[in-house]
């Protein structure tokens, strides 16, 4: 199966910028598409960016123009990133790595962020 590790969350201020990893391991040859989701306080999971295998990057309404998905297929990881800039409070939320094959749909467990003053 797969397993994926996020880092990178924390405390930012309105404006700042933040860069989350999400590392893949275990059969990452069965991985296609990546992708970041977000759910913020009280609020449903929401999807942020994509990228494909070959490294196409798609990017929800939100996210389009300030946020930057970038992936590395190493030979036993994956590692996927989302750079984050111009963080607003509204982009307060637990993120989260996806990677599903086409066996299983794979989470992991999520990052923090909190964007405040």
């Known amino acids: 199966q797969v397993q994926l590790v996020e880092s990178g969350g924390g405390l930012v201020q309105p404006g700042g910028s933040l860069r989350l990893s999400c590392v893949a391991s275990g059969r990452t040859n069965l991985i296609e598409s990546m992708g970041w989701w977000r759910q913020p306080p009280g609020g449903q999971r929401e999807l942020v960016a994509t990228?494909?295998?070959?490294?196409?990057?798609?990017?929800a309404d939100t996210a389009r123009g300030r946020f930057t998905v970038s992936r590395d297929n190493g030979n036993n990881t994956v590692t996927m990133y989302l750079q984050m800039t111009s963080l607003k409070p509204d982009d307060t939320a637990v993120y989260f790595c996806?990677?599903?094959?086409?066996?299983?749909?794979?989470w992991g467990r999520g990052t923090h962020v909190t964007v405040s003053s």
């Open positions: 996806n990677a599903p094959t086409r066996t299983s749909v794979n």
């Open positions: 990228i494909t295998r070959d490294y196409w990057p798609n990017y």
